[in-house]
């Protein structure tokens, strides 16, 4: 009988254990089933629609078109180029010559001026480029990155204008060989001296100085930080009496980061 009674109990555990064991796989393969069903329901939520990728491509195109320089404003730039005598250098719109090289690779070497970047140890790159570029007044503290023009662009502009320089003082003695001083004048290049006018450009009368097709205008915003120099209200430039000195032609406006108000 005792026999029995203890055959019988371990009948009775191992059909417990099995049961243990069938539920823990049960509740194991849940869990599994669980955590797939959580990273299949994060992988769809992750994934761009069908809508979203139309858009993201759409958008793509678009911002492809408005970079690329229509016939017109082709024109309008090389009308606009400085000649072979000005002092005025075109910037690369790819700033530094590392990025140039970078994004520029079909069209080979780059003629146009760049820049190199000021990383010290306070710099902070991923808050982006100082609103002030090189005339910041704190420079030594401030965490924005700065600018300065490459120095093998200057060496190579130097360069440049030695030999242009002597290639006009050789066309120049060449000239006086062969024409009069008229004809030798035309040779040269006709500058205008620059000229400037020291005031309160709000109470400044306009007509005095006649009309102009070009105007580079850099206003003194304010950005609410320390200038050292008056600034003036969204209101006062827009009170500007542009009209009086510009019937037709371009305007370069200098703007900050934010919007007018």
């Known amino acids: 009988a005792v026999v029995s009674t203890q055959s019988t109990g371990a009948v009775e555990n191992k059909k417990i254990n099995s049961l243990l064991g069938r539920f823990d796989k049960k509740r194991k393969r849940r869990k599994l089933n669980t955590a797939l069903t959580a990273d299949c329901a994060e992988f769809l939520l992750n994934k761009p629609s069908a809508i979203q990728s139309e858009s993201k491509k759409l958008g793509e195109e678009i911002q492809a078109l408005l970079n690329h320089k229509s016939a017109r404003e082709k024109t309008i730039i090389e009308n606009l180029k400085s000649n072979k005598t000005a002092q005025v250098r075109e910037f ?25 970047k000021l990383i010290y140890a306070h710099t902070d790159a991923q808050l982006g480029d100082c609103s002030f570029l090189n005339t910041c007044f704190h420079m030594e503290t401030c965490k924005y990155v700065h600018y300065e023009i490459d120095e093998e662009d200057q060496r190579a502009h130097m360069r440049m204008r030695q030999r242009q ?12 060989l062969v024409s009069d001083s008229k004809n030798l004048a035309m040779t040269k290049a006709n500058l205008t001296p620059p000229q400037w006018i020291q005031c309160d450009i709000r109470k400044l009368d306009f007509d005095v100085i006649g009309k102009f097709t070009v105007i580079m205008a850099d206003p003194p915003w304010d950005i609410h930080m320390e200038l050292p120099y008056g600034t003036m209200t969204d209101d006062e430039m827009k009170k500007m009496g542009i ?16 919007a007018v108000e």
């Open 165 to 176: 320089a002597a290639s006009v003082r050789a066309k120049n003695s060449a000239a006086m």
């Open 92 to 116: 690369c719109e790819w700033v530094t010559k590392h990025e140039c090289k970078r994004g520029n690779v079909k069209n080979g070497s780059c003629k146009k001026l760049h820049f190199r």
């Open 243 to 258: 009209e009086k000195v510009q019937d037709d032609g371009f305007i370069f406006l200098w703007v900050t980061g934010r």
